[in-house]
């Protein structure tokens, strides 16, 4: 079982950063894939940033050059670097990591607000 623990986010100006934090424990052995994923109500849950266990990264069009997402394997711990916040970034921002067994796990969800 792999447990997540979610930080970061809260409410951001317009033009703001923020950063996201995600720090996973137990048995991460096997983790193939980190994501961060944005939800929005009556939305479904989209993919914001991935990084493969490679070190290669994939982006939502909408994020490209604003947001960088990048891991400390010393602390099994993933990040969100959110810059240039735009009001159509708010959503809560959920954690999500996966085995090679295609087993998914994900964190609790950090409600990122961005408004004047």
């Known amino acids: 079982q792999v447990q997540i623990v979610e930080s970061g986010g809260g409410l951001v100006q317009p033009g703001g950063s923020t950063r996201l934090s995600c720090a996973a424990s137990?048995?991460?052995?096997?983790?193939?894939?980190m994501a961060w994923y944005r939800q929005t109500p009556g939305k479904q849950r989209d993919l914001v940033a991935v990084i493969q266990s490679s070190g290669s990264t994939n982006y939502a069009d909408s994020v490209k050059g604003r947001f960088t997402i990048s891991r400390d394997n010393t602390k099994n711990t993933i990040y969100l670097q959110m810059n240039s916040l735009k009001p159509e970034d708010t959503g809560v921002y959920y954690c999500n990591f996966v085995k090679y067994t295609s087993a998914n796990y994900w964190g609790q969800g950090t409600q990122v607000t961005v408004s004047s």
């Open positions: 137990g048995s991460i052995f096997g983790i193939v894939s």
